[in-house]
């Protein structure tokens, strides 16, 4: 997919513009005046603009009633509702051009949404923290969808424009200079990017191509008709937009469970395959992640390069559920899955990848969830204990450092940034950032109430608690109470558990990157007291030991004569501490 289907195409003397809308019977392109496009059989509008050069603006015009946005628009420089700009993604001037990415087991990921990373909110404020992530350890800066939505401010699932990222944090050129600076500071680029659905406002499809969507209904809105090879299309060579435009050096699929049309093959094998293949031409290293209820181990391939119809990795929600009820108690709703002993999901995510492998959940009515995963490799799993949806998707929108005890946080994070699964933080995590992420929107209207109505029901108990003071999505205040205080690093606590992050991501980088690629899960276990046992078989032939006291309580008589050298934590003697967490390497296994 080298030439786009979808979108302006610049020629030497015009541009081609194109429009799949099978229910249109005319339609026309508005530039300085009506252009007519000339009807195919398969439902393809088209024809040739002489003059036209990048940065025209345009929109389609359909039944001589009409004025929509390209679906496959580029930039919109006034919103969704506005006209279209052709773009020359060609003429970008690359700095970092020798760049190739880098292999999945250097990864280390910090998920980020620009609108509330900085007080500016945009890309180019982004670039003067990215010193920051370098120093503190992080390879992978991801960011919350940017695919174009309705309004100023919205956590970016609620897209509508998938091609043109959204002019609240910048233009295009914006984006691809944060791409290109934190490439030539050694940093991935990772977008998320939303299959499953469109956003409620601002999406025309419906009206000149309802074959878009089919009888199915997802938790948003309507599903996606992927069988249709116009459709599947118009995904996949958005996928390889992001990453051939742009230089994104991989993406996030989100929710991909709720896309029910795929097609006797899946849409899901011929993206990775075409991604593949852009890998391959362009020698690059290009990593696709799924977030994925389903728990399909079938769906990952860490290990080949490039997965070919499979995936890199899969978030693993099950990791974060489990160390959210050992750390908090809390077991209302999906959580009620992990309780009464959290632990002992957490042994089996670090035996074995997830903690559902088939086994019936009762949060979902006795189904069966997930596949056996124990033969992959550990870094087919990105773990966290916190992201974008486990904070927002709270009413009061509030963080771990809210809810946990710190030196039970900091044992956490000890296990989790020194494991062999491939770890992420979410910004802000590498201090112990209290700032709030609450859900937040910029509505109108009906829709606006609905939502605003629909987090009522949602978290009906908790406005029976909780009362006025859960933020309302609509208010640009919940908005803003979002945006990082960067000043609560210089504070002693934030020194601190900075020092603590970087401390553990530095021995990552030295003593666990390098052994990572064939490394294979082993055995954990759970005492009744608290001590957790772990060991895992390196690529290289070491042995990766963990030992950790999961209690408030001090344990005597744990002390094991492991082989081999400390990695971190202190010595154990005969007695293990409350929360402490220790790492030993056996080079000689």
Same mark, same amino acid.
């Given at each position: 997919m080298n030439e786009r289907a979808f979108g302006p195409r610049l020629t030497p003397t015009g541009a081609v513009f ?74 970008? !001037? /690359?700095? =970092? ?5 880098? &292999? ?5 990921? $910090? *998920?980020?949404? @620009? ?103 997802? !938790? /948003?809105? =309507? ?5 249709? &090879? ?5 995904? $996949? *060579?958005?996928? @390889? ?158 963080r771990l450092e809210a809810i946990a005890k710190p030196k039970a946080i900091e044992a956490a994070l000890a296990i989790t940034l020194l494991a062999p ?169």
């Amino acid at each position: 997919m080298n030439e786009r289907a979808f979108g302006p195409r610049l020629t030497p003397t015009g541009a081609v513009f194109r429009l799949w809308a099978p229910a249109a019977k005319r339609v026309d392109v508005l530039l300085d005046k009506f252009y007519p496009l000339v009807r195919s059989d398969d439902g393809w509008f088209s024809a040739e603009v002489p003059g036209v050069t990048a940065g025209a603006t345009y929109r389609f015009h359909i039944d001589g009633a009409d004025n929509v946005p390209d679906p496959a628009s580029s930039f919109q420089p006034q919103d969704i509702a506005g006209p279209s700009e052709v773009i020359d993604h060609s003429s970008f !001037p /690359w700095k =970092a051009t020798g760049w190739r990415g880098r &292999p999945w087991e250097e990864t280390v990921l $910090i *998920e980020t949404h @620009v609108g509330s990373f900085t007080p500016e909110g945009t890309y180019l404020a982004m670039i003067e923290r990215l010193d920051h992530l370098v120093a503190t350890g992080i390879t992978a800066l991801e960011m919350m969808p940017l695919a174009d939505f309705a309004g100023r401010r919205n956590w970016g699932y609620d897209g509508v424009l998938w091609y043109a990222p959204d002019g609240m944090f910048g233009r295009p050129e914006d984006l691809k200079t944060l791409i290109d600076e934190a490439h030539l500071r050694g940093l991935m680029v990772f977008l998320d990017v939303v299959y499953n659905h469109f956003g409620p406002e601002g999406n025309y499809l419906g009206s000149y191509a309802p074959e878009f969507f089919g009888e199915a209904h997802t !938790p /948003w809105g =309507a599903a996606i008709n992927y069988q249709l &090879p116009q459709v599947r299309a118009f995904a $996949i *060579e958005n996928a @390889v937009s992001w990453l051939r435009d742009y230089r994104f050096d991989g993406l996030r699929l989100d929710a991909v469970h709720t896309i029910p049309e795929q097609g006797e093959i899946p849409m899901l094998h011929e993206l990775s395959c075409e991604v593949g293949k852009l890998a391959s031409e362009t020698g690059r290293w290009i990593h696709l992640v799924l977030e994925n209820d389903d728990n399909k181990a079938s769906l990952l391939d860490p290990a080949t390069n490039p997965p070919c119809g499979k995936f890199r990795a899969q978030w693993n929600d099950d990791y974060h559920h489990a160390w959210h009820v050992l750390l908090t108690d809390e077991d209302n709703g999906y959580y009620s899955d992990y309780a009464p002993r959290p632990i002992d999901h957490v042994v089996r995510t670090l035996s074995s990848g997830f903690a559902y492998q088939g086994e019936p959940s009762a949060h979902r009515d006795g189904a069966p969830r997930g596949e056996p995963s124990g033969e992959l490799e550990p870094s087919g799993f990105v773990n966290f204990l916190q992201n974008h949806d486990q904070i927002g998707n709270r009413a009061l929108g509030d963080r771990l450092e809210a809810i946990a005890k710190p030196k039970a946080i900091e044992a956490a994070l000890a296990i989790t940034l020194l494991a062999p699964m491939v770890p992420m933080l979410f910004q802000g995590d590498e201090w112990g950032a209290k700032t709030p992420f609450p859900f937040f929107c910029d509505f109108k209207g009906d829709l606006a109430e609905a939502v605003r109505q629909g987090r009522k029901r949602e978290f009906a108990g908790a406005y029976e608690k909780y009362g006025n003071n859960i933020p309302d999505p609509l208010d640009e205040s919940t908005f803003r109470s979002a945006v990082l205080d960067w000043r609560d690093l210089d504070e002693a606590a934030g020194q601190r558990r900075l020092a603590l992050v970087r401390e553990l991501l530095a021995l990552r980088r030295h003593h666990i990157m390098p052994r990572l690629k064939g490394t294979r899960f082993g055995d954990a276990q759970a005492a009744d007291n608290g001590i957790l046992k772990a060991h895992w078989r390196m690529g290289d032939g070491a042995t990766l030991h963990l030992l950790a006291n999961l209690s408030d309580r001090a344990i005597a008589g744990e002390h094991q004569p492991w082989p081999g050298t400390k990695l971190w934590g202190s010595d154990v003697a005969n007695v293990v501490v409350p929360w402490s967490v220790h790492w030993r390497i056996d080079e000689a296994s």
